[in-house]
């Protein structure tokens, strides 16, 4: 008699394997003259956190490859120009092999590090490619330009002062809560996914790890608003199982893990 017992486990391991196996990405980023590599640095979201890239420029280009568990990888690069500004920018990855090319010359707005060449790698902060992000951008507008007035005025007190803390909790809780009101209209979509992620989840990790009601609150959200496709996959059991863990180390009176990142200087809708 067939060990269909044993069957089953062979087919699911084989189905998982597939529906979830590690994918490569490939990499090359390169830099004008303009800009001094050395005040550079480069994280890459793989499904699972963020990482910050330790390895270097040489001549101004840096060839970056690694596995990553989800759709696309996430890669982000943040600049302190000569000026003192901080300049910032995030693509969206896939397996094909990528290059950017970026430039000091070109102005894209306030934020933004420009490039002027780039293939197989798609801006996710760009209002002209990304249609979801601009509705999003204006419809998120009076929330994030609050947070950024209130950091410009208070930042330096965030942590140190309970009422300015808790304004600032109050600011990001706004801003979370249209942002999901907002991506439930797109939730099929990855990038309402990776939003979520990327710019809900994580700042409120940071500044609200220890409110277990409001970790509850990201969960539900989170659940409720993504199709299974998304919930059940690598990256959104990652998703889960981190709210989980915050939520079980508040309820067992546990210091909850912070993850803090200096990325989170909220400006004109996106971290800084």
Not at 3 to 13: A, G, H, M, P
Not at 52 to 74: E, G, P, R, W
Not at 177 to 187: E, P
Not at 216 to 223: A, E, G, T
Request: charged share 25%.
């Amino acid at each position: 008699m067939p060990d269909f017992k044993n069957l089953f486990i062979v087919l699911f391991s084989f189905i998982f394997g597939q529906a979830f196996s590690q994918k490569s990405f490939d990499l090359t980023v390169s830099l004008d003259s303009s800009i001094n590599s050395k005040n550079v640095s480069c994280y890459y979201d793989d499904g699972i956190d963020n990482i910050l890239v330790k390895d270097t420029f040489v001549n101004n280009i840096l060839k970056l490859k690694a596995d990553f568990h989800s759709k696309f990888v996430s890669f982000r690069i943040d600049y302190d120009n000569k000026n003192g500004k901080s300049l910032s920018n995030t693509f969206f990855i896939d397996g094909r092999p990528a290059t950017i090319h970026f430039t000091g010359r070109l102005k894209i707005n306030e934020s933004q590090l420009a490039y002027d060449s780039i293939k197989n790698a798609l801006p996710v902060f760009d209002t002209a490619t990304n249609k979801i992000w601009k509705e999003l951008s204006i419809y998120i507008q009076k929330q994030t330009q609050a947070i950024s007035d209130f950091w410009e005025k208070y930042g330096s007190e965030i942590g140190k002062s309970d009422s300015i803390t808790h304004l600032n909790q109050k600011l990001f809780r706004s801003l979370n809560d249209r942002s999901i009101q907002f991506l439930r209209n797109y939730s099929n979509d990855y990038f309402s996914f990776w939003f979520f992620r990327e710019e809900i989840l994580r700042p409120s990790v940071v500044f609200m790890s220890k409110d277990t009601n409001y970790m509850k609150n990201l969960l539900f959200s989170f659940n409720t608003t993504f199709p299974i496709s998304y919930t059940e996959s690598f990256e959104g059991q990652n998703v889960i199982k981190k709210l989980k863990g915050l939520i079980k180390a508040n309820e067992r009176n546990r210091k909850a893990p912070i993850f803090f990142n200096k990325r989170y200087c909220w400006k004109s809708g996106k971290s800084k």
